[in-house]
C-alpha cells in the first residue's frame, strides 16, 4: 500500500477527490527557503447545484525547511531510525492555511475568499485560467476540485504536485 492509499485508509471518496483533482497551473518560482505564501484559486461545483461555481481564493503558507536530527533528540540515529532506511537527518516544512466550511460562505480574510458564481464550473474555470495567462501571473496556482465539501483534499493534491517538483519527493 503507498502512501497515498494509506494516507485514505478505506475512504474511496476522498481518494476519488484526491484522484479527480485537477491542477491546472502552478506557481513557477519555487519554494526552497525561507517563509513563502503560495496563492492558488481552487473552482470546485457547489455540492447542492453542480450547476453553480464555488470560487476559493486562498494564501497557503510555506514554513522555511526544518531538520530533526538525532542529535537534537539527544539519541544515536539507530535508535530513532531504522539505519536501513533512513541515511539522512529528516527534513520538513509546514503548510497551512485557510479553511471554511459550506456553512460559512461569507468568510473573508487577507488569506481566504470564496465567492459562488452562477455559471458552470468549467466555462468559470476557462475565465479564471484566461485571465490569469492574460496578467501573465506566475505565481498563482489554479485547481479544479470535483467536490466543494472536500476541498482541502484537492488543496494537499496541490500541495503535493508542488513538493513533488521542488524536492523530487
Known amino acids: 500500500m503507498n502512501r497515498r492509499e494509506n494516507q485514505f485508509g478505506h475512504n474511496e471518496t476522498l481518494r476519488e477527490v484526491y484522484y479527480k483533482t485537477e491542477i491546472l497551473r502552478k506557481p513557477i518560482s519555487g519554494i526552497v527557503s525561507g517563509y513563502h505564501e503560495l496563492p492558488y484559486i481552487l473552482i470546485t461545483p457547489r455540492d ?14 510555506v514554513s522555511p525547511k526544518f531538520v530533526i536530527s538525532p542529535h537534537a533528540l539527544q539519541a544515536t540515529f539507530g535508535e530513532i531510525f531504522d539505519p536501513e532506511t533512513f541515511n539522512q537527518d529528516l527534513q520538513g516544512r509546514v503548510f497551512s492555511f485557510a479553511y471554511a466550511d459550506n456553512r460559512q460562505l461569507s468568510i473573508e480574510n487577507e488569506y481566504f475568499r470564496m465567492e459562488i ?46 513538493i513533488e517538483r521542488e524536492f523530487r519527493v
Do not use: C
Open 48 to 61: 447542492e447545484n453542480p450547476a453553480l461555481t464555488i470560487e476559493v481564493n486562498g494564501k497557503i503558507n
Open 117 to 162: 458564481f452562477e455559471e458552470r464550473p468549467e466555462e468559470h474555470l476557462d475565465r479564471v485560467n484566461d485571465m490569469l495567462m492574460s496578467e501573465e501571473n506566475t505565481r498563482t496556482g489554479l485547481i479544479f476540485g470535483p467536490r466543494f465539501r472536500y476541498y482541502p483534499v484537492s488543496i494537499d493534491r496541490y500541495i503535493s504536485e508542488i
